[in-house]
């Protein structure tokens, strides 16, 4: 038995596939999986046995600035990955017997599986990127906000954007194999019975008609890894440090530095990951420690906070780890969505949008460290479910079979 797991994206977009590529293997499930051609993740798969099939250009460097590219640039990048995708995919899936996307990237796959006669599951990371009337959709780079605020309309007119971007482009490679034209592209790829890979006590999907969402837990890998022996001395030398880190996001170049004022001020040590914004300190006091990609399992549990831009990874790990979370959501995707959770779970702070001043941080800091918000987020933690992507490889296994 042989699936294709597709998606494009940073980081946070590929690991919960590599997490249920380990699963689907260990259920003898052949794996080949269609990522971005970049180093980190073609390294990453090969030390893990999984063929990578390269589709699109290298994220990083499309996020090189601390700017997103430019409304006309993004739409051209969007058409060029449809057009790589029906060149890609129909190889890569060959043999398969299913096909399992992420992300709405993913406008190709599902036509690509119905040529091929195979199984076709979507899956979304956050409940927030599927319809419902009980909340908007989430932004979408380089398209206009809309000053509306009922839901419903919202999401109607998120369809029609989608259209717009994708649908021309779609149709005319439907056609050019055979397959009839569709009219509504997001919930061509989305189906109508798609898959939440998020846990259901940190972000639960709320019942909505027309909508089968199968929530399987988020698609997690034990990491063992030990923390770097720099890093470990730091920890060991003083009380647990707030961790600053972005990820693969790139936030404008004096976050570290209004962090860290706002973290010293607290009485606290911190820890910046550099992160591909290559986040640095802003002098060489040793109560600060600049590290790069270390096991966040392994540190989270041992730092007083972590600071993030809301992935749905981090926030699930620190949520895990039972730690506080001060949220600086950077307006992109899902980041203002886990933001909001973290602040209606009462496991952390969430400010409003990526803009820092020394009030906000400092109102934030104060609420992330206080004994009520640590008592809530080790209360929380152990609620975190750890199987989702075990869950997810079954249920894929059961109906292949």
């Known amino acids: 038995m042989r699936v294709l797991l597709s998606t494009y994206g940073t980081r946070g977009d590929v690991e919960p596939l590599v997490a249920l590529a380990v699963r689907l293997r260990a259920l003898g499930v052949e794996v080949r999986m269609c990522a971005p051609p970049d180093e980190e993740f073609a390294e990453r798969l090969a030390g893990l046995g999984i063929q990578l099939m390269p589709a699109g250009p290298p994220v990083k460097a499309l996020m090189r600035g601390t700017a997103l590219p430019s409304a006309a640039d993004l739409s051209r990048y969007r058409n060029e990955l449809v057009d790589t995708q029906f060149d890609v995919l129909p190889t890569a899936v060959d043999g398969c017997d299913a096909l399992v996307a992420a992300g709405l990237a993913q406008i190709a796959a599902r036509s690509v599986a119905e040529a091929a006669g195979i199984r076709y599951v979507y899956t979304s990371y956050s409940a927030i990127n599927l319809p419902s009337p009980y909340h908007a959709p989430p932004p979408r780079p380089g398209w206009p906000e809309p000053e509306m605020t009922d839901n419903r309309t919202l999401w109607e007119l998120d369809a029609h954007n989608v259209n717009a971007q994708f649908g021309e482009a779609l149709n005319g490679h439907r056609a050019s194999i055979g397959l009839p034209p569709v009219d509504n592209v997001r919930d061509h790829v989305f189906t109508g019975r798609p898959w939440l890979a998020a846990d259901p006590v940190l972000g639960p999907w709320r019942e909505t008609p027309g909508l089968d969402v199968t929530q399987t837990g988020a698609w997690t890998l034990a990491d063992e890894r030990p923390l770097p022996a720099e890093l470990v001395t730091f920890l060991d030398a003083g009380a647990p440090p707030v961790y600053v880190g972005f990820g693969s996001m790139r936030p404008s170049p004096d976050i570290a530095r209004r962090a860290i004022e706002a973290i010293r001020a607290q009485g606290h040590r911190a820890l910046v990951s550099r992160g591909w914004a290559d986040l640095d300190l802003v002098d060489g006091r040793d109560d600060c420690l600049a590290i790069g990609e270390v096991n966040h399992?392994?540190?989270?549990?041992?730092?007083?906070?972590?600071?993030?831009?809301?992935?749905?990874?981090?926030?699930?790990?620190?949520?895990?780890?039972?730690?506080?979370?001060?949220?600086?959501?950077?307006?992109?995707?899902?980041?203002?969505?886990?933001?909001?959770?973290?602040?209606?779970?009462?496991?952390?702070?969430?400010?409003?949008?990526?803009?820092?001043?020394?009030?906000?941080?400092?109102?934030?800091?104060?609420?992330?460290?206080?004994?009520?918000?640590?008592?809530?987020?080790?209360?929380?933690?152990?609620?975190?479910?750890?199987?989702?992507?075990?869950?997810?490889?079954?249920?894929?296994l059961d109906a292949l079979r």
């Not at 993030?308 to 699930?316: F, L």
């Not at 620190?318 to 886990?338: C, M």
């Open 297 to 396: 399992q392994r540190l989270f549990g041992k730092v007083a906070a972590v600071v993030h831009h809301g992935g749905a990874g981090t926030t699930v790990t620190a949520a895990r780890a039972g730690v506080p979370q001060v949220v600086v959501p950077l307006q992109l995707a899902d980041n203002p969505y886990w933001a909001g959770r973290v602040a209606a779970l009462d496991i952390g702070a969430a400010l409003d949008g990526p803009t820092l001043t020394t009030e906000s941080l400092s109102v934030a800091f104060k609420t992330a460290l206080s004994p009520e918000t640590r008592a809530r987020a080790r209360a929380l933690g152990a609620q975190i479910r750890t199987d989702g992507a075990a869950a997810a490889a079954s249920l894929l």
